[in-house]
């Protein structure tokens, strides 16, 4: 019997999916650099991210070391300001926010049931962005150009007067760069959520994860214009001799302090919502329970957001400002305790109530909720003035930080990320490897 006309003939699945990728897959060559799908440029950012971590990580270790015993010699006092200085800034500017961004990108249209990012090209112009900062930076230590004012540039340590190099200059140009990356991709990743929902999906009905990075994505768009204006000034007044920051020529070296923690202290909690939106995620389904209290730990995420504009000044309680102002955002670094802690008693009686399965992610979880319980309590002790002006630029901000950022995000990061390995590669990870 012949075929029917009128009726193509079957082909194979090969010959069908070799023209699926080629309508539907990332170009091969140079023209891969054009890519804009989402999983692409958001594994971009986390492969990248991941490479700066790397490098943070080592400078790290070599100040731990030169730290290790008194008058331990490997490591001048140059070098030493200079690896602090990379340090801090890789670890803040150029993974922490970075490499969450891009696990939002890759996750958020499947939690969304979206097909991609409402704006695929910001995104990628955001990451093209990030690199080019983080080169422009990273490229200083290799040329023995390395910013050694501290990863804050407080002024006037980094006017020409102190650093009259071009370490501080390499420090603004890149960190630039790379704020301006953050922003667009926290406008990518904001409208997406509120404009490429599924059809029937309420805000209400959100998953965790795309509530905190909803509110982490909102405060990057308020908090970073700041941090972006005050790289411009200084650097106008490095380069054309403007003055507003020294104080020699009617400037004020607080307004730069001003600026920086006015974003610097959202920052914090910019790191931390992203990860406390994986925990949200991920303690329900080990615990084999719904999360309890879904509606207050989104509300206590919100609340979390709007009260960390309000502590900025409790990094500046030891430079002279008037008691009232002291007292005031004294007072909000203790309440912001309070929205922080119902997301851990939710977290906790979800745990509680529910059958946990002790897998990989719950123990990092786990060891999440211990370390950041730590660092959340010594910075409730921060929070007193009078303790604050006896440990302020001691080892116990530098542990209180430590303990926040590295059980607060990278616990997490790291738990998420084993979840959800199979969306990334395919393959389910090993357990005894792990």
Not at 305 to 325: E, Q
Request: with cysteine; aromatic share 14%.
């Amino acid at each position: 019997m012949t075929e029917p006309t009128g009726h193509a003939a079957p082909r194979d699945a090969a010959e069908l999916h070799a023209e699926f990728e080629a309508l539907w897959g990332n170009p091969k060559g140079w023209r891969s650099l054009s890519v804009v799908n989402h999983t692409s440029v958001a594994k971009r950012f986390m492969i990248t991210g991941g490479v700066f971590f790397l490098i943070a990580g080592i400078l790290g270790m070599l100040l731990r070391a030169q730290l290790a015993q008194p008058g331990q010699g490997f490591m001048g006092a140059e070098a030493y300001n200079q690896a602090f200085t990379m340090h801090g800034t890789m670890m803040m500017f150029l993974f922490a926010v970075p490499i969450q961004q891009g696990l939002a990108a890759y996750l958020l249209p499947k939690m969304l049931g979206a097909r991609d990012l409402v704006f695929p090209r910001l995104a990628a112009f955001g990451y093209w962005c990030y690199l080019f900062g983080g080169i422009i930076f990273t490229s200083s230590l290799l040329v023995g150009l390395a910013p050694d004012a501290g990863w804050f540039m407080y002024t006037p340590l980094s006017s020409n007067t102190y650093s009259p190099g071009m370490g501080a200059d390499f420090w603004l140009l890149g960190i630039t760069f790379i704020e301006i990356a953050t922003m667009a991709a926290a406008i990518d990743i904001a409208v997406s959520i509120l404009r490429a929902r599924a059809a029937g999906m309420g805000l209400h009905q959100l998953p965790i994860f795309a509530w905190s990075m909803l509110i982490t994505s909102m405060m990057v768009i308020v908090g970073f214009p700041p941090l972006i204006l005050g790289s411009i000034l200084l650097e106008l007044e490095r380069a054309a001799g403007w003055s507003f920051f020294d104080p020699t020529r009617g400037g004020d070296p607080v307004l730069w302090q001003h600026l920086f923690w006015l974003f610097g202290h959202p920052e914090v909690y910019i790191i931390f919502l992203p990860a406390a939106g994986v925990v949200s995620m991920l303690v329900p389904v080990y615990a084999r329970r719904p999360m309890v209290g879904y509606r207050w730990v989104v509300v206590s995420m919100i609340g979390t957001g709007f009260i960390s504009f309000g502590l900025w000044v409790h990094h500046m309680f030891a430079i002279g400002i008037p008691a009232l102002s002291q007292a005031f955002f004294a007072v909000a670094s203790m309440l912001v305790a309070v929205p922080t802690g119902i997301q851990l008693f939710a977290w906790i009686a979800t745990l509680w109530s529910g059958r946990p399965v002790w897998s990989v992610p719950m123990l990092w979880v786990a060891g999440f909720l211990t370390i950041f319980v730590v660092g959340g309590l010594t910075g409730v002790m921060l929070a007193f003035v009078p303790f604050n002006w006896q440990v302020h630029d001691t080892h116990f901000v530098v542990a209180h930080f430590h303990y926040v950022l590295i059980g607060g995000m990278l616990f997490p990061l790291i738990a998420g990320i084993y979840h959800w390995l199979p969306h990334f590669s395919g393959r389910l990870p090993s357990e005894r490897l792990s």
